[in-house]
């Protein structure tokens, strides 16, 4: 496929045929992923691949994933990391600012973009991918069990393997919703949304499995209305991120 049918066809696997990949795979992933853009090159992120079994049990455990590990054919835990930019400074005598909400935000999207680039090079080669962002249910207890320490957190785990099925690619919004001309057009969503609604309503009703009455805006509403997750911002102070 090329690249642009990769990204078209993109859907998440949650059941894989537990064939093991390679570890000159993985390296090679990763050195596709690294060509990432990063800013300032800080290259603010470490990839744990969790290839003892007891620990993978433990992350699955943790971030209520349980399933879909026990049959991937390798599985990971992506972290922002400002550790390895403290010590770069101190090999020069200089005790680096991390404690910003700027560099959370550098850190979060160097994670997102080099993950990214790790999807794309595995989804081209025939392998399935889900994120986990319930890395983040028990960060705390996640970054004990890989030894993680101040100024690294975890963002989100991921699994990659064969899968024993491609499901169907959601709808996504209409480039209308997402795309705004010269200034942000609030009022064309009054009507965006009701026809994407239709659309989900359609897919979910329809798709191979997991059939279901459902719309986005009513799925996001229900999620939104309470905050997820709090105990996040007592766990990246811990870390060294207070958000001055």
């Known amino acids: 496929m090329t690249v642009k049918e990769v990204l078209r066809n993109h859907s998440s696997v949650r059941k894989y045929t537990g064939e093991v990949i390679t570890k000159d795979k993985i390296v090679e992933l990763v050195e596709t992923a690294q060509m990432a853009a990063s800013s300032h090159f800080v290259q603010a992120y470490s990839l744990i691949w969790i290839r003892d079994e007891e620990k993978k049990k433990k992350l699955g455990e943790f971030s209520k994933n349980e399933f879909q590990f026990q ?7 992506f972290c922002v990391d400002f550790k390895r930019l403290q ?7 200089v005790d680096i600012v991390v404690d910003t909400a700027e560099n959370l935000i550098v850190g979060v999207a160097d994670v997102a973009i080099f993950a990214q680039n790790f999807v794309i090079a595995a989804e081209s080669e025939g392998y399935g991918i889900c994120y986990i962002g319930g890395a983040r249910n028990n960060p705390a207890e996640i970054s004990e069990l890989f030894n ?3 100024y690294v957190f975890p963002l989100f785990a991921m699994t990659i393997g064969k899968p024993t099925k491609r499901n169907e690619t959601k709808p996504r919004l209409p480039v209308s919703a997402v795309l705004h001309e010269n200034e942000y057009h609030a009022e064309k969503y009054h009507s965006l949304l009701n026809d994407y609604d239709q659309v989900m309503e359609d897919y979910y009703a329809s798709r191979s499995s997991n059939r279901k009455m459902a719309n986005w805006t009513k799925q996001m509403a229900d999620y939104l209305i309470e905050q997820h997750r709090p105990h996040m911002k007592e766990f990246l102070e811990s870390k060294g991120f207070s958000w001055k």
């Open 87 to 93: 010590m770069a400074g101190q090999k020069h005598g």
């Open 148 to 150: 993680l320490p101040e």
């Open 71 to 77: 049959t991937a054919g390798a599985s990971f835990l």
